[in-house]
């Protein structure tokens, strides 16, 4: 059964720091996705990881994935209170079954 | 383009009635999905369907039943809503796997279930 498993799951940081969100999943896939949810929002798609090794930026926000891990990471450069949301990463079982993270919820103080 | 579009956005129901919660998407997706979100238990996926003609169970599909009406259109029934169906409902829509696409989902606003 595919698990997926977050780290942390509440994250409070001074505008200015750096931080890395940590997403492990438990068996074999080839893709890894990462979304944002706003309070009471829905959710929007960040990153799309297909390969080991795979990287993508865009702003403030980088995400990496290891498939001989079974690890991706989303960090985060000086970050500032616009990125204060819920961050999920989800993982498919090789089909259209998805299985997401619990989340995590990030908040940026001044 | 609207996008992903879920009616209705709130809905009040007493246990053992039944509803049916509609999705409709314009971006000509193959796959479309249903999915409950909890506190502190991220999104769980309880049908989705991979193409038109076709629906799959997910991860928590048991008091639910859902239809694939056609390319467009995903609705999930409830068919004796019970207090633990109390949730917000998702539904998505993606070009699906073997397109050659990344796969991302697409998510409607939602709608707010609650089941007294």
């Known amino acids: 059964e595919l698990k997926v498993e977050q780290n942390p799951l509440f994250l409070s940081m001074q505008e200015g720091k750096n931080y890395t969100i940590y997403c492990n999943y438990s068996?074999?896939?080839?893709?890894l996705y990462w979304y944002r949810q706003d309070p009471g929002k829905s959710l929007e798609s960040l990153f799309v990881?297909?390969?080991?090794?795979a990287v993508k930026q865009e702003g403030r926000l980088m995400a990496s994935l290891d498939t001989k891990a079974r690890l991706s990471t989303l960090h985060i450069t000086a970050a500032v209170h616009d990125l204060s949301a819920t961050y999920f990463c989800?993982?498919?079982?090789?089909?259209?079954?998805?299985?997401f993270g619990a989340g995590t919820r990030l908040t940026v103080k001044p | 383009n609207a996008g992903v579009t879920q009616t209705p956005k709130f809905q009040v129901l007493k246990t053992g009635q039944s509803m049916t919660l509609q999705c409709a998407q314009d971006?000509?997706?193959?796959?479309m999905y249903w999915y409950r979100q909890d506190p502190g238990m991220g999104l769980r996926l309880i049908y989705y369907?991979?193409?038109?003609?076709?629906?799959d169970k997910g991860e928590v599909p048991n008091g639910y039943n859902v239809s694939r009406l056609n390319k467009r259109e995903f609705s999930l029934r409830l068919e004796s809503a019970a207090p633990s169906q109390t949730s917000v409902y998702f539904c998505?829509?993606?070009?699906?796997?073997?397109?050659?696409?990344?796969?991302?989902?697409?998510f409607g606003p939602g709608t707010r279930l609650t089941v007294l």
């Open positions: 068996t074999t896939s080839d893709r």
């Open positions: 989800a993982v498919d079982k090789n089909n259209n079954d998805m299985r």
């Open positions: 971006m000509n997706h193959n796959s």
């Open positions: 990881l297909l390969s080991n090794g």
């Open positions: 369907s991979a193409s038109e003609g076709t629906t």
């Open positions: 998505a829509s993606s070009e699906g796997r073997g397109t050659g696409s990344y796969n991302e989902q697409f």
